[in-house]
Nanobody
Framework: QVQLVESGGGLVQAGGSLRLACAAS????????MGWYRQAPGRQRELVAH???????DYADSVKGRFTISRDNGKKTAYLQMNSLKPEDTAVYYC??????????????WGQGTQVTVSS
């Protein structure tokens, strides 16, 4: 079945960088959009970055100029390059994908999340 697997989280010092990856697999006809969300303790889950099949990209104001979202269509993978990390970026990061599947049509999927911790 369809799965989203995130990787690349970890512990870094402020000013450092990480690259997250989200790989989609399974009975996928096409990927309409992929995005990254994050949730910090005591806060609501928020959109970090989003990219559509048409190439439209959106970023949260808090990460503009520091984070870059990209995709590899052949690998069905989205990436989030995170530079100049700040302690306030600490959160669990979740991948989201809007997919057209062979059996269930258009479906929204979530990954299990990967922890990003930025120390001061």
């Amino acid at each position: 079945q369809v799965q989203l697997v995130e990787s690349g989280g970890g512990l870094v010092q402020a000013g450092g960088s990480l690259r997250l990856a989200c790989a989609a697999s399974g009975s996928i006809s096409s990927i309409n959009a992929m995005g990254w969300y994050r949730q910090a303790p005591g806060r609501q889950r928020e959109l970090v970055a989003h990219i559509t099949s048409g190439g439209t990209i959106d970023y949260a104001d808090s990460v503009k100029g520091r984070f870059t979202i990209s995709r590899d269509n052949g690998k069905k993978t989205a990436y989030l390059q995170m530079n100049s990390l700040k302690p306030e970026d600490t959160a669990v990061y979740y991948c989201n994908a809007r997919l057209d599947t062979y059996y269930n049509g258009r479906v929204n999927y979530w990954g299990q999340g990967t922890q990003v911790t930025v120390s001061s």
